[in-house]
């Protein structure tokens, strides 16, 4: 661990900042809409399947470069290069993968600075503020100015302060919150009148639907997304950690994090939908499919909170500051990519560069909310369909295809010496080479 350039000083430190950046609005807002678009259990099916046997060795590739690499994704990426075409194709990857980090934090700020608006709206009801409370949750561009800004900003505070005292700091302190508050909400609502039906159609697979192309692309979209891949965030992280550590099971455990808390994610969202329709809220659309997307978060929900009465205010509050916490653990890494980028290759302070890149987001988020009918949705297209599944398939091909194998295995035996008698020795190496790239690349060209 370079001295000059920080790292993270224990292994827990490590897991919550990385099971932070996977843990986001993915986890509890894509994951459960997806799951109720895509017909339930056999989603949630799929989705296990996927993240542990195409995600997480895609998502191992990207740590092992930035550990053996010691340093941003581009200059990780050039130091397994040999010749001037792989630099080059180095850089290509590595900035690829910082523009996309960039670009996803542009329109991620807006939605977490919703989250952020509705998690306030219930404290002013409680003060009697009703008019403030009503321009918190309805659609406008100051406040989706304001509260973009606001978040952004938040970001910019937590990345200011560096690996040790910003990133990981704060997300040992807001990851704990997290689990507590899901867990929490998990027990309200699976007690109340409803919930049972939830549970029910969120456990019970029908199999006839796990081969679905259209499921089959989501669930590994989703995948993807969730553990940050082709971001250039997780090699960053992964440079940050010791050489001591045992990576292969580090990258386990935050895979097994990640996909646990979107799995409990379901298990509020989906029983809450079943509650609210108890209480009378449509949760079908008119083609007979379950309600998903913003108006399940910002329409059934709120419904929901509202006919609990006071009660229903607490749990509003928790279920967004819920939303904000998570939104703000992932946002911070992607802000360290383009960071850590412009800090280690062009020698600029890093708070100047922390100031400089988060605001020249922020500047992209403003021209989005000012076109957001079409930008908001085109952004988010471009990095994470396009984008992230790219960059992802290119980092195997450079760990399977250009990275010296002696160097690679000798990576891998870094803070585990007894790994050769594991599975993940005997098959991760041939895996990365070829079925990776390949299955991502099918996937890939059979969504667009
Ligand atoms: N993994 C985050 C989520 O599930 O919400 C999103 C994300 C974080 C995507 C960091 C990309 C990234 F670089």
């Not at 971001?231 to 895979?255: C, F």
């Not at 990519?337 to 992209?364: C, M, N, Q, W």
């Not at 992802?392 to 760990?399: D, G, P």
Request: proline share 3%; net charge neutral; aromatic share 12%.
């Amino acid at each position: 661990m370079g001295v000059s350039r920080g790292g993270f000083s224990s292994r827990i430190g490590f897991i919550m900042a990385a099971a932070g950046s996977a843990v986001g609005l993915g986890n509890i807002w894509g994951f459960p809409t997806q799951t109720a678009s895509n017909g339930g259990a056999a989603f949630v099916l799929v989705y296990l399947v996927l993240a542990f046997c195409l995600a997480y060795p895609a998502f191992m590739a990207e740590l092992l470069i930035g550990r053996y690499g010691q340093a941003n994704a581009v200059t990780s990426l050039q130091k397994m290069s040999h010749k001037l075409w792989q630099k080059r194709f180095a850089f290509i990857v590595g900035f690829g993968g910082i523009i996309c980090a960039a670009l996803i934090l542009s329109f991620y700020g807006i939605l977490a600075g919703w989250m952020m608006s509705y998690a306030i709206e219930p404290l002013a009801k409680l003060m009697g503020f009703n008019e403030v409370a009503q321009w918190l949750v309805d659609q406008s561009l100051i406040r989706n100015l304001a509260f973009t800004a606001f978040f952004m900003l938040l970001t910019i505070f937590i990345i200011r302060r560096g690996v040790e005292e910003g990133i990981e700091k704060w997300s040992k302190r807001l990851m704990p919150m997290l689990i507590a508050l899901l867990i929490l909400l998990i027990i309200y609502v699976v007690t109340l009148d409803g919930a049972l039906e939830g549970l029910n159609a969120y456990l019970n697979p029908d199999f006839s639907r796990v081969l679905e192309p259209d499921l089959l692309i989501s669930a590994l979209g989703q995948a993807f997304f969730s553990l940050s891949l082709g971001t250039s965030v997780m090699v960053i992280y992964g440079s940050y950690i010791s050489k001591k550590e045992d990576l292969v099971s580090l990258g386990a455990q935050v895979t097994l994090i990640d996909v646990s808390i979107a799995f409990l994610a379901g298990l509020l969202i989906i029983p809450a939908m079943y509650v609210a329709q108890a209480q009378g809220v449509a949760i079908f659309a008119e083609d007979g499919s379950l309600i998903s997307g913003s108006s399940l978060v910002f329409t059934v929900l709120p419904s929901l909170f509202d006919g609990m009465g006071a009660v229903g205010l607490f749990v509003g509050f928790g279920f967004f500051v819920l939303m904000t916490i998570a939104a703000l653990t992932s946002s911070i890494s992607m802000l360290e990519g383009p960071v850590s980028y412009a800090v280690e290759r062009h020698d600029i302070e890093r708070t100047k560069a922390t100031t400089f890149i988060g605001l020249g987001i922020l500047a992209l988020s403003v021209i989005i909310v000012l076109n957001i009918e079409f930008m908001l949705d085109l952004v988010a297209i471009i990095s994470t369909q396009y984008g992230q599944p790219i960059i992802a398939m290119l980092c195997s091909i450079f760990v399977g295809w250009i990275w010296h194998r002696n160097s690679l295995l000798a990576e891998i035996k870094q803070g585990h010496e007894n790994i050769e008698n594991t599975l993940f020795w005997k098959i991760w190496p041939w895996y990365v080479k070829y079925i990776c790239p390949t299955a991502i690349a099918i996937v890939f060209l059979h969504s667009l």
